[in-house]
Protein backbone atom coordinates (compact mmCIF):
# COMPACT_ATOMS: atom_id res chain seq x y z
CA UNK A 1 0.00 0.00 0.00
CA UNK A 2 1.56 3.29 -1.22
CA UNK A 3 1.91 5.69 1.22
CA UNK A 4 3.06 9.43 1.56
CA UNK A 5 3.20 11.35 4.86
CA UNK A 6 4.28 15.10 4.24
CA UNK A 7 5.82 17.57 6.65
CA UNK A 8 7.53 20.77 6.78
CA UNK A 9 5.09 23.47 5.96
CA UNK A 10 4.17 26.34 9.06
CA UNK A 11 3.84 29.95 9.11
CA UNK A 12 6.74 31.49 6.88
CA UNK A 13 7.23 36.02 6.52
CA UNK A 14 7.61 36.80 2.83
CA UNK A 15 11.18 36.43 1.72
CA UNK A 16 11.46 33.89 4.00
CA UNK A 17 12.09 29.71 3.59
CA UNK A 18 10.25 26.26 4.39
CA UNK A 19 11.36 22.61 3.53
CA UNK A 20 9.12 20.09 2.76
CA UNK A 21 9.48 16.15 3.02
CA UNK A 22 7.71 13.59 1.86
CA UNK A 23 8.11 10.03 3.17
CA UNK A 24 7.07 7.68 0.99
CA UNK A 25 6.30 3.42 1.54
CA UNK A 26 4.71 0.83 -0.35
CA UNK A 27 6.34 1.32 -3.79
CA UNK A 28 9.94 1.06 -5.42
CA UNK A 29 11.36 4.54 -5.05
CA UNK A 30 13.63 4.22 -7.31
CA UNK A 31 11.29 3.35 -10.28
CA UNK A 32 9.31 6.53 -9.64
CA UNK A 33 9.08 10.28 -10.79
CA UNK A 34 7.71 12.45 -7.80
CA UNK A 35 6.09 15.80 -7.33
CA UNK A 36 4.78 18.49 -5.74
CA UNK A 37 1.26 19.69 -6.02
CA UNK A 38 -0.28 22.57 -4.27
CA UNK A 39 -3.74 23.85 -3.54
CA UNK A 40 -4.43 27.67 -2.69
CA UNK A 41 -7.14 28.32 -0.59
CA UNK A 42 -10.32 28.65 -2.60
CA UNK A 43 -8.48 27.53 -5.77
CA UNK A 44 -7.52 24.35 -7.91
CA UNK A 45 -4.64 21.96 -7.43
CA UNK A 46 -1.67 23.65 -9.14
CA UNK A 47 1.34 21.09 -10.26
CA UNK A 48 4.78 22.64 -8.68
CA UNK A 49 7.45 20.62 -9.39
CA UNK A 50 8.74 16.86 -10.11
CA UNK A 51 12.09 15.43 -9.69
CA UNK A 52 12.12 12.19 -11.91
CA UNK A 53 13.75 8.98 -11.45
CA UNK A 54 17.38 9.92 -11.64
CA UNK A 55 17.40 12.90 -9.25
CA UNK A 56 18.94 15.54 -11.58
CA UNK A 57 15.86 15.42 -13.99
CA UNK A 58 13.57 18.26 -12.41
CA UNK A 59 10.74 20.45 -13.65
CA UNK A 60 9.22 23.33 -11.94
CA UNK A 61 6.30 25.63 -12.57
CA UNK A 62 7.62 28.95 -13.79
CA UNK A 63 6.37 30.97 -10.81
CA UNK A 64 8.69 28.98 -8.87
CA UNK A 65 11.55 28.45 -11.21
CA UNK A 66 15.08 29.96 -8.79
CA UNK A 67 13.32 30.02 -5.57
CA UNK A 68 12.16 25.75 -4.61
CA UNK A 69 14.80 23.45 -5.21
CA UNK A 70 13.36 19.97 -5.38
CA UNK A 71 15.34 16.74 -4.34
CA UNK A 72 15.03 13.01 -3.88
CA UNK A 73 17.42 10.95 -1.22
CA UNK A 74 17.08 7.59 -2.57
CA UNK A 75 18.11 6.17 0.67
CA UNK A 76 15.88 7.72 2.96
CA UNK A 77 12.56 6.99 0.38
CA UNK A 78 12.10 10.92 0.96
CA UNK A 79 11.79 13.63 -1.40
CA UNK A 80 12.47 17.63 -0.43
CA UNK A 81 11.12 20.71 -1.54
CA UNK A 82 12.78 23.72 -0.45
CA UNK A 83 11.61 26.93 -0.78
CA UNK A 84 13.55 30.35 -0.75
CA UNK A 85 11.98 33.73 -1.14
CA UNK A 86 8.35 32.93 -0.69
CA UNK A 87 6.24 34.92 -1.85
CA UNK A 88 1.67 35.11 -0.23
CA UNK A 89 0.98 33.68 -3.59
CA UNK A 90 2.94 30.26 -1.87
CA UNK A 91 0.61 30.13 0.31
CA UNK A 92 -1.76 26.40 -0.36
CA UNK A 93 -1.68 23.10 1.19
CA UNK A 94 1.03 21.21 -0.84
CA UNK A 95 1.06 17.05 -1.73
CA UNK A 96 3.12 15.25 -2.89
CA UNK A 97 2.01 12.77 -5.14
CA UNK A 98 3.08 9.73 -7.32
CA UNK A 99 1.01 8.62 -9.89
CA UNK A 100 -2.61 9.02 -8.60
CA UNK A 101 -1.07 8.45 -5.01
CA UNK A 102 -1.17 11.43 -2.64
CA UNK A 103 -0.39 12.46 0.73
CA UNK A 104 -2.85 14.10 3.08
CA UNK A 105 -0.63 17.53 2.28
CA UNK A 106 0.95 19.60 4.82
CA UNK A 107 0.30 23.87 4.79
CA UNK A 108 2.37 26.33 3.92
CA UNK A 109 1.46 29.97 5.09
CA UNK A 110 3.23 32.87 3.88
CA UNK A 111 2.06 36.07 5.48
CA UNK A 112 3.57 39.08 7.76
Known amino acids: QVQLVESGGGLAQPGGSLRLSCEAS????????MSWTRQAPGKGLEWVST????????RYRDAVKGRFTISRDAAKNVIYLQMNSLKPDDTGVYYC?????WGQGTQVTVSS
Open 51 to 58: VYTDGTDT
Open 97 to 101: NVGDN
Open 26 to 33: GFTFSAYG
